[in-house]
């Protein structure tokens, strides 16, 4: 019978690391979500409705980027950057589908012929998604001046989430390691016990 393979210490804290961060990024991302489904009551006007859905969008960007300073600063503070970086990076990610597709579920709301077919916001998030992983199945395309102008920002803004943003994240992350593996002395500097007696006694001598 083959032996049982024990995990060391430092594996043990690594797995159940991996284990809070998987937890707590499915955690955030069913908040987020949860907190995009409901629909806000939208005026009968339809200029009182477009601006209603303008402030709407506006507030959620705005929501999104002090979401993305936020996860900066506690990259930049975290004692595992590392695991923190991967959790922000994917908090970034769901947030940033989250908003789009809500905006598309709202336009389809007060139109629905806005899409080729009217969207709920399952069917939103996944053409978000199928925008930022530029797959572009066509089922789902975007039909009045209004959609195409907004699937174009996510489009270009696709592009700086993957170019700038994972990046600044990542650059926090290892600018914290280099702090934190610069605080902490190696291990040849730390004195040894017998030094260390040898001073004490020739300063009691």
């Known amino acids: 019978m083959a032996p049982v393979r024990t995990l060391n210490p430092e594996q043990t804290v690594l797995l159940r690391r991996i284990a809070i961060t998987t937890f707590r990024v499915m955690l955030t991302a069913a908040v987020i979500l949860t907190l995009l489904t409901p629909v806000p009551a939208l005026p009968d006007a339809r200029i009182q409705t477009q601006l209603a859905l303008a402030a709407y969008m506006l507030a959620w960007i705005v929501i999104f980027l002090l979401v993305f300073r936020w996860q900066i600063r506690r990259v930049a503070r975290a004692q595992h950057p590392q695991t923190a970086m991967v959790e922000a990076i994917a908090v970034i990610f769901v947030l940033f589908v989250g908003v789009f597709a809500k905006?598309?579920?709202?336009l389809s709301l007060v139109n629905p012929a806005t899409f080729t077919e009217p969207l709920t916001f399952f069917s939103s998030v996944y053409f978000s998604l199928t925008i930022l992983a530029t797959v572009?199945?066509?089922?789902?395309?975007?039909v009045t001046d209004?959609?195409?102008?907004?699937?174009?920002?996510?489009?270009?803004?696709d592009l700086i989430l993957l170019g700038v943003a994972v990046r600044v994240v990542s650059g926090a992350a290892t600018r914290r390691a280099g702090n934190s593996d610069a605080a902490s002395p190696p291990p040849g500097d730390q004195p040894s016990g017998e030094t260390a007696d040898s001073a004490a006694d020739s300063r009691s001598a």
């Open 136 to 142: 572009g199945f066509g089922d789902i395309t975007p």
């Open 146 to 157: 209004t959609a195409r102008m907004l699937t174009m920002i996510q489009m270009v803004l």
């Open 103 to 106: 905006c598309y579920h709202m």
